[in-house]
């Protein structure tokens, strides 16, 4: 019998605590697969390939040639089509996956939320007259602010966007968070933000952009999630691996 093979498809800090806590095990072989839209990743505990699949059919392959027992999908909450290539990959080669999604952010007393679909809805939903807009979605979806010129945006990523968005009124910060409360709202102050845009992430490491949101009284327009993966969804590590540990049964070993 062969130990295990899992894949995770990651590039969130769920994913590396997941891979994290399977290496410590060390009863399975684990794959981290990230998508390379990040130039500097942050290391992780097991072994890691870069770079996209081509598409489902090929995840199904890779899945098929690394004869693989449960597929992980451990990405962004936001990475739909890799979500939904996991799901098809998953069904066409008869391989167990589940997905870990972190709990969605919750609206609490003081929140002024305008619940959207998109980047381009909450664009549109800021109106005609000019605002100072903190567009917090990372650079994914960045240049979406182009159909509304008139506003000011502050747009926040890891990497740059590029190209710079063909913009007159726009300035770029670099940062990854985790954020604290302090510094977010010093920087909500400085450069005079009256509405924020933000995907419903949920986690830690980009909360304090609510925080501040709240205490400042400041909108936020705020993407809603796509529906639930079609796969077994739990919310924490921990949930996973105790999955994991019923899904990685020695019938699932490969040669059983």
Known sequence: MGRPRILILGGTGEARLLAGALAARDDCDVLLSLAGRTEIPAAQPVPVRIGGFGGAAALADFLKAGS???????????????????????????????????????????????????????????????????????????????????????????????????????????????????????????HHIDVIIAKNSGGAATYAKIEAARRLGIEVMMVARAPASAVKTVDTVEAALAVIDHLVSPAMKRGV
Not at 76 to 97: C, K, L, M, Q, W
Not at 107 to 114: A, F, N, S
Not at 122 to 149: C, D, K, M
């Open 68 to 190: 693989y027992d449960l597929l992980i999908d451990a990405t962004h909450p936001f990475a739909e089509r890799i979500s939904a290539n996991a799901v098809f990959a998953a069904e066409t080669t008869g391989t167990a996956a589940i997905a870990l999604r972190r709990p969605e952010w919750q609206r609490l007393p003081g929140d002024r939320w305008r619940e959207v679909e998109s980047i381009p809805a909450a664009i549109a939903a800021l109106g005609p007259s000019p605002r100072h807009v903190f567009l917090a979605t990372g650079r994914q979806g960045a240049h979406h602010a182009e159909a509304a010129p008139q506003h000011f945006y502050l747009v926040r990523s890891v990497d740059p966007v590029e190209p710079p968005l063909a913009l007159d009124h726009v300035d770029y910060v670099l940062d990854r968070g985790p954020f604290t409360l302090e510094g977010e709202c010093a920087l909500l102050q400085q």
